[in-house]
T-cell receptor, first 112, second 113 residues
Framework: GENVEQHPSTLSVQEGDSAVIKCTYS??????FPWYKQELGKGPQLIID?????GEKKDQRIAVTLNKTAKHFSLHITETQPEDSAVYFC???????????FGPGTSLSVIP | KAGVTQTPRYLIKTRGQQVTLSCSPI?????VSWYQQTPGQGLQFLFE???????NKGNFPGRFSGRQFSNSRSEMNVSTLELGDSALYLC????????????FGPGTRLTVL
């Protein structure tokens, strides 16, 4: 069945360093890849997304890359700040079934 | 624009009981999806409704059901509760369903004793 794997499950970085989270998906028909950030006590919130016709997308300190051939996509956060500490979820969707499959999440801690 | 609201925020039930959770989407959004979030399993897709029709369903037993009303508000029901149903239940609304940004509510924390 459809599956999204995400690594690492936990990540700790020093403030100012970069953080990278990697995901792989199984359904080759997927063409929409969002990333969500969930802070404690809140629902997930979209931070960036990419569609399959684009290889890379950047928004200030956040960037996402997509390799459709390998079915990999990654989130890159540069110059991390303490407020980046949260759980990050990758997801794959956009297939004919119109649903999104989420990865298990990465807990990011940015140490001041 | 008001966000997605979910009620109640917290619920405590005992095994065998049933529960109904409510979700009010963002005005104009006709797609409402439900997810179960647990520490070990992440976000698991339950079902998605669009214009009162269930378009997709995840791999959950028939004890989990839902519906959507003409004003796009949605409810999900869990019957014969089990201990393993304890979780955060998240509702998300969107314009495009799984093909676009979803806006999540704060969730309903269900505890089954």
């Amino acid at each position: 069945g459809e599956n999204v794997e995400q690594h690492p499950s936990t990540l700790s970085v020093q403030e100012g360093d970069s953080a990278v989270i990697k995901c792989t998906y199984s359904d080759s028909a997927s063409n929409y890849f969002p990333w969500y950030k969930q802070e404690l006590g809140k629902g997930p919130q979209l931070i960036i997304d990419i569609r399959s016709n684009v290889g890379e997308k950047k928004d200030q300190r956040i960037a996402v890359t997509l390799n459709k051939t390998a079915k990999h996509f990654s989130l890159h956060i540069t110059e991390t700040q303490p407020e980046d500490s949260a759980v990050y979820f990758c997801a794959a969707g956009g297939t004919s079934y119109d649903k999104v499959i989420f990865g298990p999440g990465t807990s990011l801690s940015v140490i001041p | 624009k008001a966000g997605v609201t979910q009620t109640p925020r917290y619920l405590i039930k005992t095994r065998g009981q049933q529960v109904t959770l409510s979700c009010s989407p963002i005005s104009g959004h006709r797609s409402v999806s439900w997810y179960q979030q647990t520490p070990g399993q992440g976000l698991q897709f339950l079902f998605e409704y669009f214009s009162e029709t269930q378009r997709n369903k995840g791999n959950f037993p028939g004890r989990f059901s839902g519906r959507q009303f003409s004003n796009s508000r949605s409810e999900m029901n869990v019957s014969t509760l089990e201990l393993g149903d304890s979780a955060l239940y998240l509702c998300a609304s969107s314009l495009l369903g799984g093909r676009g940004e979803q806006f999540f509510g704060p969730g309903t924390r269900l505890t089954v004793l």
